[in-house]
């Protein structure tokens, strides 16, 4: 019988906006979900600036992750969401620092995120 999908807690990552998780974890398996540029500590979203808005939804995951028991190094893939694909190649840089280990990947363009944020991130990785 397999095991029911665990809620996972994560204190030093942004609370929820609505009725979900910050992530599901499902065995060996961890479903975070998308992270924006809010920081935990002040409530508020990053400045309006793509590559400060992509390092603070990365942190954010980082956290999800920890708490989870994983980390960046186990991500297996990601999905990215732009408001504007002018933003694709700064996004780029500050993903690429902390995904050294190039996971799958999604990005596409959305007309809109919470908050007025800028991008999104969410993802599938994996636990020890």
Known sequence: MSQAPKPVSAPRAPAA???YSAAMACGNLLFLSGQTPIDPVTGELAEADIR???ERCILNLQAVLEAAGSSLE?????TC???DMAHFAAFNEV???FFTGKPARSTVAVK???KG????????AVKD
Do not use: C, H, S
Not at 74 to 78: E, F, L, R, W
Not at 117 to 124: G, Q, R, T, Y
């Open 95 to 97: 993903y690429a620092r």
């Open 17 to 19: 906006l609505g009725p």
């Open 117 to 124: 944020a800028m991008v999104e991130i969410e993802l599938i």
């Open 74 to 78: 186990q991500v297996a893939k990601t």
């Open 81 to 83: 969401f732009l408001t």
């Open 112 to 114: 809109a995120l919470p």
């Open 52 to 54: 400060v808005q992509t």
